[in-house]
């Protein structure tokens, strides 16, 4: 059965597709980090008041805009991950001492969230359950980084260097029993 995101995907007319994100630094510092929040949407009008506002609600919890610009999300057919970047503006230096401090901010997560405008809070359809699957990823490396905009690639979870899944090394004597012991050449 289709949720209700789902079933508002495949209205003929629908609310405007709304992408939030979310940058959790304490993988990179666990005293300093911290998470930011925040939009790329600039013209959000506000259910109450009728005027734009400073700032997006979702989940209760309150997405800045800001400059962001991101690509690479799609999967191929091949099974390839995804190489999504993101650039985030300079200008402002909103992230400049985090990015000094912190290493570049590589390890940090990124975190996508899509939903429909009629689901934020404050809307009549509010539900912060109705949304596209997360997709989340890690920062790999910084790209780029001057006076304008701030660059990074990210990667899966399953390429983070160290990861191992199912965490551990699969072996018949190790409680996966249905994994076999080839022979070559018998």
């Not at 979310?22 to 005027?51: A, I, R, S, W």
């Not at 734009?52 to 309150?62: A, K, L, T, W």
């Not at 999967?75 to 290493?103: C, E, H, R």
């Not at 429909?116 to 109705?130: H, T, Y």
Request: aromatic content about 12%; hydrophobic content about 35%.
């Amino acid at each position: 059965m289709a949720s209700t995101v789902e079933k508002e995907a495949l209205k003929s007319s629908t609310y405007p597709l709304i992408e939030l994100f979310e940058l959790d630094t304490t993988l990179c510092d666990p005293v300093n980090g911290q998470v930011y929040y925040f939009t790329p949407m600039t013209k959000y009008v506000g259910p109450h008041t009728g005027q734009p506002e400073d700032y997006v609600r979702f989940g209760n919890r309150v997405y800045t805009p800001f400059p962001i610009q991101a690509s690479g999300w799609d999967y191929t057919f091949d099974g390839a991950p995804a190489k999504p970047k993101i650039s985030i503006s300079n200008t402002s230096k909103f992230l400049q001492a985090a990015v000094n401090s912190m290493g570049d901010l590589v390890g940090a997560r990124v975190v996508r969230i899509r939903t429909f405008m009629n689901f934020l809070d404050g809307q009549p359809d509010a539900d912060p359950l109705q949304h596209f699957p997360k997709d989340i990823f890690y920062i790999d490396q910084k790209t780029t980084h001057n006076k304008n905009m701030i660059e990074w690639n990210l990667m899966s979870s399953v390429e983070r260097s160290g990861v191992q899944l199912p965490l551990r090394q699969v072996l018949p004597e190790n409680g996966f029993p249905g994994v076999a012991k080839v022979r070559w050449g018998a």
